[in-house]
């Protein structure tokens, strides 16, 4: 496994591992003891970075990683995530929405800490910007934690730029987080200038599109009641109807290259800039694998031209998220 460096020095798999649907968003959670087996696995494979956040579950996402990765914390490195309004006691989402006080942000960690079984968190998320506190603020309080040794790296995700430099003014930010790939591409306009500019690292969630750039979901695909694909407008049967053309694209692309269209949708995305780590989530070994081989596909110039020529073509229907959600992003 190919190795990328996130900001100044946190060196990841080029290909890393979001854990989030093992717990929640797409479903039932997974049977535990597999999970555990899997990220074990993951680890022989290569990966070393595992992503998740006290909101997946909440709580159980961070409970799981922590048991399956604790015989191997030292040949891995985890990312977490605050700043939503979550009692940590109960688990309850409170009426606030976001919650990024530095007071929290500290509570927050030292929860994390207990739940991931480790002394540090290596790569420290604001999960969304909180409006009510000054990002200068947020920035503050994991400086505060990085000194004190409790966190390694700060991280934001969903953040507009003018939000990241700010932030980055008071504490270095190592990594950005936020939705990308051939069927959500927003971040090209003004998000990765910027990041090149600064020397901070990019970790695309949702790389696969969600899944639908698998080739394996079209508009008869029905989701389980609790998927969170059900709200997407971008996941309407109208909307996956019209946005096959993309999926059919990158198909052709797989056959010629003797690939799968996973692992062409995340080729593309390494083959974009050299500090973007993918973090595609799976709960079956099987795909792991297949994502791991996306590192081994190579596009020359003018295959990589020739495929952004192609998909910029295309008009995709449908928002990435649903409005209420869009309006908690900083983008």
Request: proline share 6%; hydrophobic share 45%.
């Amino acid at each position: 496994m190919q190795t990328c460096t996130l900001g100044k020095d946190l060196e990841v798999s080029a290909i890393s591992l979001g854990c989030m649907g093992m717990s929640s968003a797409y479903g039932p959670a997974a049977e535990k003891g597999e999970m555990i087996r899997m990220m074990r696995a993951a680890c022989e494979l290569g990966v070393t970075h595992f992503d998740t956040a006290e909101a997946y579950g909440p709580f159980a996402n961070e409970e799981l990683v922590g048991e399956a990765l604790q015989p191997i914390r030292d040949r891995v490195t985890i990312a977490t995530k605050f700043g939503f309004d979550i009692d940590l006691e109960t688990g309850a989402r409170l009426p606030g929405g976001t919650n990024s006080r530095p007071d929290h942000i500290k509570a927050v960690a030292e929860a994390a800490l207990r739940r991931l079984r480790t002394d540090h968190i290596d790569l420290f998320y604001q999960h969304r910007v909180d409006p009510k506190v000054p990002i200068e603020d947020v920035a503050g309080a994991v400086k505060e934690l990085i000194a004190a040794g409790k966190v390694r790296h700060f991280g934001m995700s969903e953040a507009a730029v003018q939000t990241i430099r700010r932030a980055h003014a008071v504490q270095p930010v190592t990594a950005v987080q936020s939705e990308y790939s051939l069927f959500y591409r927003g971040p090209e306009a003004e998000l990765l200038p910027a990041l090149e500019e600064l020397g901070i690292g990019f970790v695309p969630f949702s790389p696969l599109g969600a899944g639908f750039l698998t080739g394996k979901i079209d508009e008869t695909t029905t989701f389980d009641p609790t998927d969170f694909r059900n709200y997407v407008p971008r996941f309407t049967p109208e909307a996956r109807k019209a946005n096959m053309a993309l999926v059919d694209l990158v198909k052709a692309v797989a056959e010629a290259k003797q690939a799968t269209p996973a692992q062409i949708a995340l080729a593309w995305l390494l083959a974009q800039k050299p500090w973007i780590v993918p973090i595609p989530g799976t709960t079956k070994l099987h795909r792991l694998q297949e994502n791991l081989g996306a590192v081994l596909v190579e596009f020359t110039p003018e295959e990589l031209a020739n495929l952004d020529t192609a998909a910029s073509a295309l008009t995709l229907e449908g928002a990435r998220l649903p409005e209420a959600v869009l309006k908690m992003t900083g983008l």
